[in-house]
Nanobody, 113 residues
């Protein structure tokens, strides 16, 4: 089970911190990702925090977002700074190990101009 929290409405230039609490899997074995789906668009990768502790980011996220994981707490976090209206989307937490994948229900982020 993956449960996201921390979404909401923020003004342009503001910050939000998304959290994903995980239960029911061996968290440390899984690659953890944040995806987002803007209105009317396809879901896209935002950032990943892999089981081997490496991270990677989409180009739009590199300078503004920070992904981190806390294995003992089984939590994935996405710190989002300098938010822009184009960051408006539903943000999803994803856990993946091989062919096994789990999704959270998503959390809405709205950035007003």
């Amino acid at each position: 089970q993956l449960v996201e929290s921390g979404g909401g409405l923020v003004e342009s230039g503001g910050s939000l911190r998304l959290s994903c609490e995980v239960d029911g899997i061996v968290f440390s074995f899984y690659d953890m990702m944040w995806y987002r789906q803007p209105p009317g668009k396809q879901r896209e990768l935002v950032a990943a925090a892999h089981a081997d502790r490496t991270t990677n980011y989409a180009d739009f996220a590199k300078a503004r977002f920070v992904v981190s994981r806390d294995n003992p707490k089984k939590t994935l976090v996405l710190q989002m700074n300098s938010l822009q209206p184009e960051d408006t989307a539903v943000y999803y937490c994803n856990a993946r190990q091989g062919r096994t994948t789990y999704w959270g229900q998503g959390v809405q982020v709205v950035v007003s101009s």
